[in-house]
Nanobody
Framework: QVQLVESGGGLVQAGGTLRLSCKAS????????LGWYRQAPGTQREMLAL???????EYADGAVGRFTISRDNAANTVYLEGTDMKPEDTGVYYC??????????????WGQGTPVTVSS
């Protein structure tokens, strides 16, 4: 089992900066994929940015240039910074991970989601 605890979010002024963090804990061998998804009101959850244990990162097309994802492998923590935030960035931001667990299986987990509202 893996627990994901997100922090940050809340109200952000348009043009401001968003900072989120998510820490994975529990019993596992490794945390492989660790990243962020976003669900805007009335839409499906979509990938925003992902990190991989080998250092690779992946961004959604709309996230390139304004969002930066980073990771601390030792702390099993992922960070997301969003700059020049826009009202359309409003939504619930979910942390996601794929963990290699002690029974030698890979499993995906989700955080509880942290709401972000960008006010104009």
């Amino acid at each position: 089992q893996v627990q994901l605890v997100e922090s940050g979010g809340g109200l952000v002024q348009a043009g401001g900066t968003l900072r989120l963090s998510c820490k994975a804990s529990g019993k596992f061998f490794t945390i492989n994929r660790l990243g962020w998804y976003r669900q805007a009101p009335g839409t499906q959850r979509e990938m925003l940015a992902l990190t991989f244990r080998d250092g690779k990162v992946e961004y959604a097309d709309g996230a390139v240039g304004r969002f930066t994802i980073s990771r601390d492998n030792a702390a099993n923590t992922v960070y997301l910074e969003g700059t020049d935030m826009k009202p359309e960035d409003t939504g619930v931001y979910y942390c996601n991970t794929r963990a290699y667990e002690l029974d030698f299986n890979y499993r995906d987990y989700w955080g509880q989601g942290t709401p972000v509202t960008v006010s104009s």
